[in-house]
């Protein structure tokens, strides 16, 4: 099956600084990456839409100067959050897919990061 | 806004039994359906893919689709201990996902 690594599973950082979360698809070359953060018993929230070699799409009231993402390739996608404060603490969570606009196939999900920002 | 609509429970059921979860979704032009199941502080996983209204059957697991309706279920048919965790029903448009709350599954030995 389809395998999305994302590193790291786990940071813990000071305030201000900036950390930079990876994902990766192993065994497939993914046409699109998305990025969600989800907090404790909630659901889901779709951060942005990355495809390789183009700007990232931003959901509404996510700041992309705060989130910064790259689509260098691929199979690779980063999320860097930069100047992280505490609300910024959350599960963060890449997903990689064959989709495009015309087609709708399964996202598979990495490990995941928890983000815990001091 | 587009929404799926799930009750977030839990739904409790003995070991053996048949767990049954539901899903609505807002946006007529969804074109494909997922159930992830996600333990507790881990990412989803992909359980059942749906994508023509009628039933679909892997292993223990049926998903049945009801376009009419906009209606999304999941049966699990011999519930495990091992299958407690949170449901996530999800609609996909324009190579997107909406998620809904997720269903969280109790099943007691």
């Known amino acids: 099956g389809a395998v999305v690594s994302q590193h790291p599973s786990r940071v813990i950082c000071k305030s201000g600084t900036s950390v930079k979360i990876e994902c990766r698809s192993l065994d497939f070359q993914a046409t699109t990456m998305f990025w969600y953060r989800q907090f404790p018993k909630q659901s889901l929230m779709l951060m942005a839409t990355?495809?390789?070699?183009?700007?990232?799409?931003?959901e509404q009231g996510v700041e992309k100067d705060k989130f910064l993402i790259n689509h260098a390739s691929l199979t690779l996608s980063t999320l860097t959050v930069t100047s992280a404060h505490p609300e910024d603490s959350s599960f963060y969570i890449c997903?990689?897919?064959?989709?495009?606009?015309?087609?709708?196939?399964?996202?598979?999900f990495g490990d995941g990061t928890r983000l815990s920002i001091l | 806004q587009k929404e799926v609509e799930q009750n977030s429970g839990p739904l409790s059921v003995p070991e053996g039994a048949i767990a049954s979860l539901n899903c609505t979704y807002s946006d007529r032009g969804s074109q494909s359906f997922f159930w992830y199941r996600q333990y507790s502080g881990k990412s989803p996983e992909l359980i059942m893919s749906i994508y023509s209204n009628g039933d679909k059957e892997d292993g223990r697991f049926t998903a049945q689709l009801n376009k009419a309706s906009q209606y999304v279920s999941l049966l699990i048919r011999d519930s495990q201990p091992s299958d407690s965790a949170t449901y996530l029903c999800a609609s996909g448009t324009a190579g997107k996902l909406i998620f809904g709350q997720g269903t969280t599954l109790q099943v007691k030995p």
């Open positions: 997903s990689a897919s064959f989709s495009s606009v015309h087609s709708n196939q399964p996202q598979h």
């Open positions: 990355s495809n390789e070699g183009s700007k990232a799409t931003y």
